[in-house]
């Protein structure tokens, strides 16, 4: 085995061994897309939610799936940083580029919910040159490490579905939030196990505690992780988008219910003596900032600063390819104009015919003047 | 890269050895040593050691050495927590290929050929971790209750060890993001964490383990097995959680500055002593 192989295997070992979903996604890819198979079954699967609503076991198997977008999207990391080689062997490629170019899989990932990396892989595997800054392999280390419970942690994946709108046993989001204003509450579900219930399953508002606390404690690790690649703006905004969905959420719909909740936490000073508090003013200082931290960290990380490098280099390379093959529909014996994102930028509806063709005739090499 | 990426630790029947275990293993055939980690009250087997995953294997000394990062649940009592402990080091120390190493690697990478051990195996402990990992130690005795041979090969590094107990409204208050507990949370902290009474100074738990140690190191002729409970031993100047002070035979204790009893464990840039202190216990 290759070393290559042996890291590829590494990647793979944790989304297909140390958690399941990678795996069972991909059988179901498998079964869905043999030839006997009936039509339209992936593509009803992987649809929209407003389309028709997600049963609780379809969303079991969806979560598989964005297991599976996650693996391809962490082999890309991998070679963005240096871990993995530009060029991936063969048998990887053909795999990721069955289930990439599948049209329901595709849809899914590009139009239904938008994930960048696995788009960025794509264009990776059909040839495209998306060489690395550096060699950042010590950076890769750390980004997988601090990813590998959003795989393996049921307490973080409540958390996560809960972030995404859904409820389970009852509780939601809401609920969360208000385990974080009592004390008692608070100490309660942060310290419940699995092995407490009759079950063996954790409580799901336990477990919803849990994951927001170790989701609170990630941003700023990872922030700083975002920093250290400064200088290197495709790795940076890669690893960004790897977890973007989520501080999109976070950013859009309950960023605020968020930064209530860690005020609801320091406002539990409050109810202490002012003998305690006299006492303890240093950890009690090292406990605000530490709560400053994490709020400034979700805030940043909810802007959406880094999302530009990896967006630019997929809608670039899509534009182009679309001139391409439009180019090639009309016979047009001319070189492929330079694209930029400034020069799709009136194309943000999706590139029409007239418009591209008028791109061909005129091709814009830098932004346009209205946004210089 | 020396090391393999962090992964599940899993023991012969595929099942993790602890909660939120993982394991870095050394790219080589036959490594000399282990590092085990393992945390302190409400830590975390990964959390509590922060850079230490990825900031050791970037270290040349740590290349023969696989690095294991073990997790227990805090709130049983400690001598409970030491019985799984003894159990996860009597494998590691044993039979590490098959109880540990190969039912943990990915497939296609090499297994560990079934005889291979370690010459020599380095606990690297935080807080309660060094109350478990010093009761784990004394229970690792044949049926005779002779120590078994193979702790020759132990080394302790403690990281703010609370052998000599904990203030309990402090060490209560870390359960709430490092705020202080009071009393009444105190005491609701209490019974949920039994470990809590094991922390209070002078606890029957302690009494016991410092003398069940100074039994151990005045045994006539081990002296071999019992240098393993000598420990090398680190606090931070601005720890307000354990009781300081010198524990038996342990070596002089390292004063890091401007450490808390949480930053005592966790490299950075700006604090690499954690780093260096462990990397002088490794052998």
New interface residues.
Partial sequence: ?TLV??RL??????YF??AQGAADALQVFRKATQRKAPRRKLSRLLRHHDDSPINDSETWIRDGFDSLLAYFSMVEIGCLSG?LPNELPSSYQALARRVLLHPDVRAYYRDNYPLYLPQLHLLRLEGHALSRERDT??LF??F??LS?PFE??SAVETFLWFLDGGARDGFDFEDTIDALRS??E???H??A?A?DSSDGEMEVLSASVQGFLHFV?FAP?LLTLLRECSGLPLLQSALWHFHGYWFGQMGTRIGADVRNALEA?GS??S???SA??R??A???H??RL??REQETALEYLSSGRFSYPVIEKVLVANAALSLRILQEELAIEQDTPSITLGSIHELAVGPTKGALISLIKAPVKGRSESEK | MNHTLPMVMRNAAGQPWSAEGRSRFALTEAPKGVVIFIHGFRGNALDTWIDFPQRLPREQKASGYDLLFYGYDTREAATISAVAFRNFLTAVAEKPAAQVVNSSLPKGLTPRATKFKYQHIVIAAHSLGAVVSRLALLQCVNTKRVPLEWLSRVRLALFAPAHSGALAANIASLLLFGLPAGKVLGAVASRIYRSIYDLTPASLTLTSLERDTQKRLEVPGAAAVSRCHRAWVAHGSKDWVVIINQFLEDYQIRRMSGATHLTVCKPTDEHLEPLQFLLEVMP
């Fill in positions: 085995m192989d042996q295997a590494q990647i793979r070992h944790a061994t140390d871990f392999m010590f280390d750390s997988f490490e590998l393996t942690s004390p008692n608070f100490l309660k942060s310290s196990r092995e404690e690790r936490i539990w000073e109810t202490l003596s305690v508090k006492e303890s240093e950890r009690l090292a406990g530490a709560r």
